[in-house]
């Protein structure tokens, strides 16, 4: 069985591959809903008194925050299967612009929903 | 998820890789392979995807394909790489580009979306492949030899930063074998290699895989930042 990638034509679905699905604009409780599920399989991994709160307002990183480096790859990584899933398009959250910002998208739940929904909107709509 | 254990081994339409995924194909793992060509593998264990290793949109695809239907990466091996035999007078920033794109940045990109698919499963296992003309330091492939060398640290580090997912990372440095990559080699370059290794004679595909092998094996899994020469180098 042979797949051949990028697609040769754009007319129909590639074996194996995630169906193409319309990119609807992302809005905040979408992809906050994302954000608890990445929570949710990270949480798995991390003891109970070490676990992320399920709050808006949760810091992720800083000296109160609930990640360390271990932690942050692997909401990062579980948050990008997840939109990979949800809108069909692949994203990379933590690119150079992304770490070098003075202030971190990743530090809060809240500054994270709002950087992936930039972040999908400028893939979703060019 | 796949019941059996799944495989991705790049560049497979020829040579090692091809023989590769043939020993793990009727290992009964599920043999995900690719290459630019298509290979002349027809066993039901294996399903291929043509793509260059340096194409990060289409890397990334077969692999978003990869999680869609097998739901796990028990192992990857980095097979492919292309070699160039030149003085560094006379080779080209084109050939320089070309070599390191597929040896060192594909090595790269390979590890970096496999080790995404294999955190979930807090396991895997990655084999890199160096070459002897890293140690052996051979005049006429300074970009071959560097690109190997690169993949070295590469695995050495990477070692280290996925070890906390259960990943180990290891390496192979193949010898002089009987494939396509040495063809255009002279004999008697050849010879004066194979007269450095401790052992004096070509390598065969069975020495890479039995090297491969003991690092799949799950008892290997205090192994890792290795790499492993043949023939004694």
Known sequence: MTDRWPPQDSGGEQAGAHPARPAPAPDADRVLALIWHAVDELNELLPEDARIAKDVDAVLLGESGALDSFGLVNLVVALEHRIEDEFGTSVTLADEKAMSKSRSPFRSVRTLRDYVAEVLSRATHG | ?233
């Open chain 2, 1 to 233: 998820m796949a019941d059996r254990p799944v495989i991705l081994i790049t560049g497979t339409s020829r040579g090692i890789g091809r023989q590769l995924a043939e020993h793990y194909g009727a290992k009964d793992y599920q043999v995900v392979g690719c290459s630019r060509r298509e290979p002349a593998i027809t066993d039901a264990n294996y399903r291929h995807f043509a793509l260059d290793v340096a194409d990060e949109p289409a890397v990334k695809k077969m692999f978003t394909a990869m999680r869609g239907d097998y739901g796990r990466l028990d192992a990857l091996v980095n097979n492919a790489g292309i070699a160039s035999m030149n003085h560094i007078l006379t080779t080209p920033m084109a050939t320089v580009l070309d070599v390191l794109s597929t040896n060192v940045a594909g090595t790269f990109l390979f590890c970096r979306e496999a080790a995404k698919l294999m955190q979930r499963r807090r396991a895997g296992r990655i084999v890199n492949f160096s070459s002897v003309a890293a140690p052996l330091k051979l005049e006429g492939e300074a970009i071959y030899a560097a690109s190997k060398a690169a993949v070295i640290s590469l695995t050495e580090v990477l070692a280290r930063e996925l070890a906390d997912f259960g990943i180990t990372v290891n390496a192979i440095g193949p010898t002089p074998i009987h494939t396509d990559l040495i063809a255009s080699v002279p004999a008697a370059k050849l010879d004066s290699l194979i007269a450095r290794q401790a052992i004096r004679r070509y390598g065969e595909i069975s020495d890479v895989i039995n090297v491969i092998d003991f690092f799949l094996r799950p008892e290997s899994d205090f192994v890792t930042g290795q790499t492993i020469f043949l023939g004694g180098v």
